[in-house]
């Protein structure tokens, strides 16, 4: 039987929460809810049911806070386990304290995400169900969060599910071929071939649409990049809606990387404003330029700023040719109303540029985000349904492989039982992705990603 083990399973700050709960789970966690808590009158203690009363000190008889209690009895509880929540005042001190008193009780604190993985291996979720709740606590935009309930509602562990199931049958015809084929029709060596194909084509697909999923979840990393006073702090505070940055008509006012955190559309952003880059004998700018390039080097993707006004010049040349060949680029002219200019991807702009803009008044800003996210593959028209996060895509490639080489001994007219070495660890690596074949260190290293207390 396993221990209790003990929480504080909601955020903890001062002044910042009105309600913090202290979580326990295991054998002794009704027992050390009855030495804890003050309960007045008849209020009976059944499960599901929230009693109102007091978490006292056993030793002392002292009133430590004034609370609720809710107890979940096994098997209808989140880890199938005897459950039982405080739910306290917020703030620092008072959850602390009975979070002290519940381990003075017996019980044991809590790893990261050890609830949840008593949740698994109690059968309550599979592993991409699990996976799916961390995702969803450490979404950062609307539709990172939607794919995480996606996960939570068993749409990833079905796909997979469903393709290791067909897996599992050709491997059952193939076997059977090998130790009763004289007892049985003829094997339709071509039919297992479709499907084996088939299976590798929907695993391929799920392994492209990873990296869209992990732009959602994680985010975009976008360089604002251009010469000195072409508008990249300006274009900074548009896109965030608010003036992070210093804007003059002085060349060289930002001489550091400034960093914006947004959403946009549902996706996450880091925006990176950075120095202009240009020849200076200004020792500050230049390590604010050396920042820039080291942040242009990073970036998922470039919005690459020059003026209308001006024209494309050497120097804009030189710093497309600085960005990273993986990196996806947008070249936007700024100050198009100053030049008399449209805005968005007009036509009439002059080449190279790519999208009309008026980082000063606002115009063309719509049209910006709508083609940056098309081009990174996150735009809102091409939502996706599930999306494997790193661990899973690893493991969906790995199946995939095996898959082709299944398939190159089919085409070289192998016995049978070639045909199914590669294809069971196929199998096992589909059986990683749901939990189904897992081992305990993996379990480990997916769990503990996870926040204290969930």
Request: include cysteine.
């Given at each position: 039987m396993s221990d209790t083990i003990a929480a504080i399973a909601t955020a903890v700050a001062a002044g910042q929460g009105s309600v913090a709960?202290?979580?326990?789970s295991g054998p002794d966690a009704e027992a050390i809810g009855h030495k804890l808590f003050r309960a007045p009158g008849c209020q009976p203690w059944e499960s599901h049911r929230v009693?109102?009363?007091?978490?006292?000190?056993?030793?002392t008889g002292e009133r430590v806070d004034e609370a609720l209690l809710l107890l979940m009895r096994a098997p209808r509880s989140f880890t199938r386990e005897d459950v039982v929540e405080f739910q306290c005042h917020g703030g620092l001190i008072a959850v602390r304290r009975v979070l002290a008193l519940v381990l003075a009780a017996g019980a044991r604190r809590a790893g990261p995400g050890e609830f949840s993985q008593r949740a698994f291996l109690n059968g309550r979720l599979d592993l991409t169900r699990a996976e799916a709740i961390g995702e969803l606590i450490a979404a950062r935009g609307q539709r990172a969060a939607a794919l995480a309930m996606a996960g939570l509602d068993g749409g990833l562990q079905r796909r997979i599910t469903d393709l290791r199931g067909r897996l599992l049958d050709q491997l059952a015809e193939l076997?059977?071929?090998?130790?009763f084929e004289e007892d049985l029709p003829p094997l339709d060596a071509a039919g297992v071939v479709r499907e084996l194909e088939a299976v590798g084509a929907a695993l391929a697909a799920l392994v492209a649409e990873a990296q869209q999923g992990q732009l959602l979840r994680e985010g975009l990393r976008v360089a604002i990049v251009g010469r000195p006073n072409v508008g990249?702090?300006?274009?900074?505070?548009?896109?965030?809606?608010?003036?992070?940055?210093?804007v003059t008509d002085q060349p060289g006012t930002t001489r550091d990387l400034l960093e914006s955190e947004l959403v946009l559309d549902g996706v996450p952003l880091t925006l990176l404003d950075t120095a202009g880059i240009r020849a200076t004998d200004d020792p500050v700018e230049r390590l604010g330029i050396a920042r820039s390039r080291e942040a242009l080097a990073a970036a998922d993707a470039v919005l690459l700023l020059f003026d209308l006004q001006a024209g494309w010049s050497e120097a804009d040349e030189q710093l497309r040719q600085l960005v990273p060949a993986g990196a996806v680029l947008l070249v936007v002219g700024n100050k198009a109303d100053a030049a008399g200019l449209p805005t968005g991807p007009a036509a009439g702009l002059p080449p190279p540029a790519e999208l009309g803009l008026s980082a000063l008044a606002g115009d063309g800003r719509e049209a910006l985000v709508a083609e940056l996210l098309r081009r990174c593959g996150v735009a809102p028209a091409e939502g996706l349904q599930v999306a494997l996060n790193h661990r899973q895509r690893d493991l969906a490639a790995r199946a995939a492989a095996a898959l082709e080489r299944s398939l190159e001994a089919a085409a070289s007219g192998l016995p049978w039982d070639f045909w199914t070495i590669d294809l069971?660890?196929?199998?096992?690596?589909l059986g990683e992705i749901t939990g189904e074949e897992v081992s305990e260190a993996v379990l480990d290293r997916?769990?503990?990603?996870?926040?204290i207390g969930k």
């Open positions: 709960i202290v979580r326990l009693l109102y009363g007091h978490v006292v000190d056993p030793t076997e059977a071929r090998v130790d990249k702090s300006s274009l900074l505070n548009l896109l965030s809606r608010r003036d992070r940055a210093i069971r660890a196929a199998i096992a690596a997916v769990f503990a990603r996870f926040c």
